[in-house]
């Protein structure tokens, strides 16, 4: 089963913050999170592992609840190099490996 | 090369026409993804090769899509009597090790039309 992403889109003024979340109906061993520019291939973010991971660089930063199968990208003070697709991609414990359908980030300055 | 590469980058097809897409990994990678990417919506994931072995192909959505990696490196997609839903951008993927729980680096994608 596909992952579920929210929100679907949303528009920022430079600086502000966002969260994008990430939630599955499966039990999740790991949650890897890509940054897809328009007509370009997906670029890895991060990933974490079952355990309650939380990760950062820079000023992106990721958790992951494994009991609420739920994962979180958080973005703080965003740039406009920020802009494009989320994508956050699921792991379960049987070893399936799915994607949700995006969450679109504008940043405008 | 440095990074994960694809060939052609755009394949127009005819309705009918068979195609072949490349993919060259990251020179010792041992897994290699391929997922369909439809416009507006994440990739789907469609096989999974660990060295030479394809150890899932579970996403292949016919029996027109056939995968191989004889070498255990370059892997070529086929699709044969390609029809207008196989309209997409393919994106290739391999990661060091075995398994889907590795960080996975994506190829530029080619872009199929078929008319």
């Known amino acids: 089963q596909q992952p579920v992403q929210s929100p679907q889109a949303v528009i920022l003024r430079e600086g502000e913050d966002a969260v994008i979340n990430c939630s599955s109906s499966k039990a999740l061993y790991s949650v890897h999170w890509y940054r897809q520019k328009h007509g370009e291939a997906p670029v890895f973010l991060m990933i974490l592992l079952k355990g309650g991971e939380q990760k950062g660089h820079d000023k992106i930063s990721a958790s992951f609840n494994e009991k609420k199968q739920q994962s979180s990208l958080y973005l703080t003070a965003s740039q406009l190099s920020y802009s494009g697709t989320y994508f956050c991609?699921?792991?379960?414990?049987?070893?399936?490996?799915?994607f949700g359908d995006g969450t679109t980030l504008t940043v405008k300055p | 090369g440095a990074g994960v590469s694809q060939s052609p980058r755009y394949k127009v097809a005819k309705r009918g026409q068979d195609v072949a897409l490349r993919c060259d990994p990251i020179s010792g990678h041992v897994s290699l993804f391929w997922y369909q990417q439809a416009l507006g919506q994440g990739p789907e994931f469609l096989t999974y090769?660990?060295?030479?072995?394809?150890?899932?192909k579970s996403g292949l959505p016919s029996d027109r899509f056939f995968a191989e990696r004889p070498e255990g490196s370059v892997s070529t997609l086929k699709i044969q009597r390609t029809q207008q839903e196989d309209s997409a951008v393919y994106l290739c993927?391999?990661?060091?090790?075995?398994?889907?729980?590795?960080?996975?680096?994506f190829g530029p994608g080619t872009r199929l039309l078929v008319l």
């Open positions: 993927a391999s990661s060091v090790v075995g398994g889907y729980q590795e960080t996975q680096y």
């Open positions: 991609g699921t792991v379960t414990n049987a070893g399936k490996s799915t």
């Open positions: 090769f660990q060295n030479e072995a394809q150890l899932d």
